[in-house]
Protein backbone atom coordinates (compact mmCIF):
# COMPACT_ATOMS: atom_id res chain seq x y z
CA UNK A 1 0.00 0.00 0.00
CA UNK A 2 1.36 3.22 -1.03
CA UNK A 3 0.97 6.15 1.54
CA UNK A 4 0.66 9.59 -0.04
CA UNK A 5 3.63 11.80 0.99
CA UNK A 6 2.67 14.57 3.05
CA UNK A 7 3.58 16.87 0.28
CA UNK A 8 0.90 15.15 -1.80
CA UNK A 9 -1.50 15.27 1.18
CA UNK A 10 -0.78 19.04 1.52
CA UNK A 11 -1.29 19.54 -2.12
CA UNK A 12 -4.55 18.09 -2.32
CA UNK A 13 -6.11 20.05 0.23
CA UNK A 14 -4.98 23.36 -1.19
CA UNK A 15 -6.24 22.32 -4.29
CA UNK A 16 -9.89 21.33 -2.45
CA UNK A 17 -9.61 24.94 -0.98
CA UNK A 18 -9.48 26.31 -3.91
CA UNK A 19 -6.45 28.68 -2.79
CA UNK A 20 -4.15 26.87 -5.25
CA UNK A 21 -5.14 26.99 -8.85
CA UNK A 22 -3.82 24.79 -11.64
CA UNK A 23 -3.91 25.86 -15.18
CA UNK A 24 -1.94 28.72 -17.40
CA UNK A 25 -1.83 32.78 -15.40
CA UNK A 26 -0.41 35.54 -16.04
CA UNK A 27 1.33 37.02 -12.44
CA UNK A 28 1.76 40.61 -11.78
CA UNK A 29 5.50 40.47 -13.19
CA UNK A 30 3.96 39.35 -16.64
CA UNK A 31 5.38 36.31 -16.11
CA UNK A 32 3.16 33.03 -16.90
CA UNK A 33 3.06 30.13 -14.78
CA UNK A 34 0.92 26.94 -14.36
CA UNK A 35 0.49 27.58 -10.54
CA UNK A 36 -1.54 30.47 -8.92
CA UNK A 37 -2.19 30.86 -5.32
CA UNK A 38 -5.57 32.74 -4.66
CA UNK A 39 -4.25 33.19 -0.64
CA UNK A 40 -7.26 34.33 0.20
CA UNK A 41 -9.32 31.66 -0.09
CA UNK A 42 -7.81 30.07 2.25
CA UNK A 43 -9.81 31.19 5.22
CA UNK A 44 -13.29 31.11 2.86
CA UNK A 45 -13.70 28.12 3.78
CA UNK A 46 -13.30 26.89 7.55
CA UNK A 47 -13.76 22.93 7.27
CA UNK A 48 -11.15 22.99 4.71
CA UNK A 49 -8.39 25.64 6.36
CA UNK A 50 -9.18 23.35 9.33
CA UNK A 51 -7.37 20.35 7.64
CA UNK A 52 -4.52 22.20 6.42
CA UNK A 53 -3.91 23.30 10.04
CA UNK A 54 -4.41 20.01 12.02
CA UNK A 55 -1.63 19.05 9.93
CA UNK A 56 0.65 22.56 10.84
CA UNK A 57 -0.58 22.11 14.22
CA UNK A 58 0.83 18.39 14.49
CA UNK A 59 3.73 19.63 13.35
CA UNK A 60 4.73 22.66 15.62
CA UNK A 61 3.54 20.11 18.28
CA UNK A 62 6.46 17.56 17.15
CA UNK A 63 8.99 20.37 16.88
CA UNK A 64 8.28 23.10 19.40
CA UNK A 65 7.96 21.91 23.12
CA UNK A 66 7.36 24.73 24.82
CA UNK A 67 5.63 28.30 23.85
CA UNK A 68 2.94 30.49 25.40
CA UNK A 69 1.77 32.41 21.56
CA UNK A 70 1.10 31.87 18.19
CA UNK A 71 1.74 35.55 16.62
CA UNK A 72 0.81 36.08 13.04
CA UNK A 73 0.35 39.26 10.93
CA UNK A 74 -2.68 40.51 9.73
CA UNK A 75 -4.57 40.54 7.58
CA UNK A 76 -5.27 36.54 5.99
CA UNK A 77 -2.86 34.95 8.21
CA UNK A 78 -5.12 35.97 11.73
CA UNK A 79 -7.46 32.79 10.91
CA UNK A 80 -4.70 30.82 10.55
CA UNK A 81 -2.92 31.89 13.64
CA UNK A 82 -5.78 31.53 15.71
CA UNK A 83 -7.05 28.44 14.90
CA UNK A 84 -3.31 26.59 15.33
CA UNK A 85 -3.17 28.29 18.70
CA UNK A 86 -6.74 26.71 19.47
CA UNK A 87 -5.40 23.62 18.16
CA UNK A 88 -2.75 23.72 20.87
CA UNK A 89 -4.37 25.54 23.46
CA UNK A 90 -2.09 28.28 23.19
CA UNK A 91 -2.64 32.43 22.92
CA UNK A 92 -2.76 34.52 20.69
CA UNK A 93 -2.02 37.66 19.43
CA UNK A 94 -1.16 39.25 15.79
CA UNK A 95 0.67 42.58 14.61
CA UNK A 96 -0.54 44.96 11.83
CA UNK A 97 1.14 48.15 9.93
CA UNK A 98 0.29 50.94 11.60
CA UNK A 99 1.98 54.47 9.62
CA UNK A 100 3.67 51.58 7.52
CA UNK A 101 5.31 50.22 10.69
CA UNK A 102 4.64 46.90 11.48
CA UNK A 103 3.41 46.64 15.29
CA UNK A 104 1.84 44.07 18.04
CA UNK A 105 -1.99 45.11 17.93
CA UNK A 106 -2.42 46.93 21.24
CA UNK A 107 -4.33 45.31 24.00
CA UNK A 108 -2.92 42.02 23.63
CA UNK A 109 -2.21 41.27 27.76
CA UNK A 110 0.70 38.79 28.33
CA UNK A 111 3.03 38.43 25.36
CA UNK A 112 5.63 40.66 26.43
CA UNK A 113 9.03 38.38 27.59
CA UNK A 114 6.94 35.36 26.44
CA UNK A 115 7.72 32.51 23.86
CA UNK A 116 6.25 32.76 20.79
CA UNK A 117 5.65 30.31 17.25
CA UNK A 118 5.05 32.77 13.84
CA UNK A 119 2.53 31.27 11.46
CA UNK A 120 1.79 33.29 8.19
CA UNK A 121 0.21 31.79 5.31
CA UNK A 122 2.60 32.23 2.35
CA UNK A 123 6.35 32.79 2.27
CA UNK A 124 7.49 34.26 -1.08
CA UNK A 125 10.37 36.68 0.59
CA UNK A 126 10.32 36.60 4.10
CA UNK A 127 9.38 40.84 4.19
CA UNK A 128 6.35 40.54 6.52
CA UNK A 129 7.97 38.23 8.73
CA UNK A 130 11.05 40.37 9.70
CA UNK A 131 8.90 42.92 10.22
CA UNK A 132 7.21 40.21 12.50
CA UNK A 133 10.17 39.42 14.23
CA UNK A 134 11.16 42.57 14.67
CA UNK A 135 8.08 44.10 16.35
CA UNK A 136 8.56 41.07 18.80
CA UNK A 137 11.78 42.21 19.70
CA UNK A 138 10.96 45.57 21.04
CA UNK A 139 8.15 43.60 23.38
CA UNK A 140 11.28 40.83 24.66
CA UNK A 141 9.31 37.85 22.64
CA UNK A 142 11.66 34.96 22.32
CA UNK A 143 11.13 33.42 18.79
CA UNK A 144 10.77 29.41 18.82
CA UNK A 145 9.99 29.07 15.82
CA UNK A 146 8.71 30.62 12.29
CA UNK A 147 6.38 28.18 10.38
CA UNK A 148 4.40 28.76 7.17
CA UNK A 149 1.40 27.04 5.34
CA UNK A 150 3.37 27.19 1.92
CA UNK A 151 7.09 28.36 0.97
CA UNK A 152 7.08 29.57 -2.54
CA UNK A 153 10.71 29.56 -2.15
CA UNK A 154 11.21 26.03 -1.79
CA UNK A 155 13.36 26.49 1.51
CA UNK A 156 15.76 29.01 -0.48
CA UNK A 157 14.61 32.34 2.08
CA UNK A 158 15.64 32.01 5.87
CA UNK A 159 14.50 35.37 8.13
CA UNK A 160 17.22 36.55 9.88
CA UNK A 161 19.06 33.55 9.83
CA UNK A 162 16.44 31.49 11.00
CA UNK A 163 14.95 28.16 9.09
CA UNK A 164 11.06 28.73 8.32
CA UNK A 165 9.41 25.27 8.24
CA UNK A 166 6.74 24.82 6.17
CA UNK A 167 4.11 22.46 4.79
CA UNK A 168 4.35 22.77 1.81
CA UNK A 169 7.55 24.21 -0.24
CA UNK A 170 6.36 24.66 -3.53
CA UNK A 171 9.08 26.30 -6.48
CA UNK A 172 6.70 28.01 -8.75
CA UNK A 173 8.13 28.37 -11.97
CA UNK A 174 7.82 31.40 -14.01
CA UNK A 175 8.27 32.00 -17.70
CA UNK A 176 8.58 35.04 -20.00
CA UNK A 177 5.24 34.80 -22.24
CA UNK A 178 7.56 34.12 -25.41
CA UNK A 179 9.39 30.98 -23.44
CA UNK A 180 5.92 29.91 -21.93
CA UNK A 181 5.08 25.93 -22.61
CA UNK A 182 1.51 26.81 -21.94
CA UNK A 183 1.45 29.53 -24.80
CA UNK A 184 3.36 27.38 -26.73
CA UNK A 185 0.51 24.47 -26.70
CA UNK A 186 -2.41 27.40 -27.09
CA UNK A 187 -3.71 26.80 -23.33
CA UNK A 188 -5.92 29.96 -22.77
CA UNK A 189 -4.68 32.89 -20.63
CA UNK A 190 -6.35 33.47 -17.22
CA UNK A 191 -5.20 37.12 -15.50
CA UNK A 192 -6.13 36.34 -11.55
CA UNK A 193 -8.24 39.09 -9.86
CA UNK A 194 -5.74 41.66 -8.23
CA UNK A 195 -4.20 39.98 -4.82
CA UNK A 196 -3.82 42.78 -1.88
CA UNK A 197 -0.45 42.35 -2.02
CA UNK A 198 1.23 44.28 -4.79
CA UNK A 199 4.54 42.12 -6.44
ZN1 LIG B 1 1.89 31.44 -21.25
Known sequence: MTQPTENETVLDLFKQSDALLQGHFKLTSGKHSEWYFEKIRLIEKPASLEKI???LAAKIR?????FDYVVSPAYGAIAIGFLVALKLGKRFAFTQRADEKMTVRSGFSGLGGSRAVVVEDILTTGGSIQEVLACLKERQVSVAGIYVLVD??????????RPVASLLALKVEAFEPEACPFCAKGIPLTKPGASDKKA
Open 53 to 55: VDL
Open 62 to 66: REVPD
Open 152 to 161: RSAGAVAVEG
